[in-house]
């Protein structure tokens, strides 16, 4: 694989990489689809739940439902 070193005006013209792009040529066809690598450190990734609510949810005896029975239901519809 060909490796390109972006230097920073190149950054700035893709806008850092913070989202997925396209480059394509002078009649607009589509030459590539670039996504860029994200770095899971930037992210808060930690559940936004705590135990002791999963515990309780696991516990309680409301009704669930299969993704079978949520496809079922919605296709009845």
């Not at 770095?39 to 309680?60: F, G, K, V």
């Amino acid at each position: 694989m060909t490796r390109i070193v972006v230097d920073d005006v190149l950054r700035m013209r893709f806008h850092n990489f913070a989202e997925a792009f396209e480059l394509c040529d002078e009649s607009g066809r589509v030459l590539a689809r670039v996504i860029p690598q994200l770095d899971p450190a930037e992210y808060d990734l930690e559940p936004q739940i705590s135990q002791e609510e999963i515990r309780r949810r696991r516990q309680s005896h409301e009704r669930t439902y299969s993704t079978a029975e949520v496809l079922a239901r919605l296709e009845s519809l």
